[in-house]
Each structure stands twice: as C-alpha cells, then as structure tokens.
C-alpha cells in the first residue's frame, strides 16, 4: 500500500498558475503509475494526468493538453502537476493517487486526502 500526501493548492487568478506537488511513501505495486485527479463540488471525480513510474509514459485530459504538465522525481518519490493557464473551469479538490498506468479513477487503490484549487475571476 502506497501512502500519498499533497500539497500546493490554493487560490489564483484565473491565467496564474499552481504546482501540486505529492509524495508517495510506502511500497506501491507493480507495475504502476502516479496519476491526478480532481472532482468539483456536485460533479464526478475526473482524470486529470497520469504518468507511468517506470516508462515516464503520459497521458492527459484534452482540457489540461499544453496547459498542465505531470512530472516526478524519482529520488524523492514525488510527482508533481505544474498547472498554468488556470480556467474559471478548473477550480476542484484535486488528488493524487497510484495505480495501474490508465485514466480510470476506479483502477486507481492509493489516493491522497486532496488539495482544494481555487480559480479567481
């Protein structure tokens, strides 16, 4: 089981930008990836990035595409979600978790207690 811990949200202006950053703890299983998700007050929790821990392999939401970037360190057992451009649409309680490499948040076994983002206008 992998312990997850973010960190990193906050309140911006809408065009500003926010890194997240998570650390994982703990001995995930393999093969596996570190993705982000978020979910919005009344909405689905909704895949965000994912990033394959042995490949570096990525995918993204078209929404986060040339926006965000998922990134991680290897030595310090962290990921990390450089988000700029930040949208009015954006705002939600975003989350890290570990699983298999995929965009399905039902897949994913480990998630952190979430960071709230919050887009000003």
């Known amino acids: 089981q992998v312990q997850l811990v973010e960190s990193g949200g906050g309140l911006v202006q809408a065009g500003g930008s926010l890194r997240l950053s998570c650390a994982a703890s703990?001995?995930?299983?393999?093969?596996?990836?570190m993705g982000w998700f978020r979910q919005a007050p009344g909405k689905e929790r909704e895949f965000v990035a994912v990033m394959s821990w042995s490949t570096g392999n990525t995918l993204y939401v078209d929404s986060a595409k040339g926006r965000f970037t998922i990134s991680r360190d290897n030595a310090k057992n962290a990921v990390y979600l450089q988000m700029n451009s930040l949208l009015p649409e954006d705002p939600a309680v975003y989350y890290c978790?570990?699983?298999?490499?995929?965009?399905?948040?039902?897949?994913?076994?480990?998630w952190g207690q979430g960071t709230q983002v919050t887009v000003s206008s």
């Open positions: 703990g001995r995930p299983s393999s093969p596996y990836a």
């Open positions: 978790a570990a699983g298999p490499f995929g965009t399905s948040w039902r897949n994913f076994g480990s």
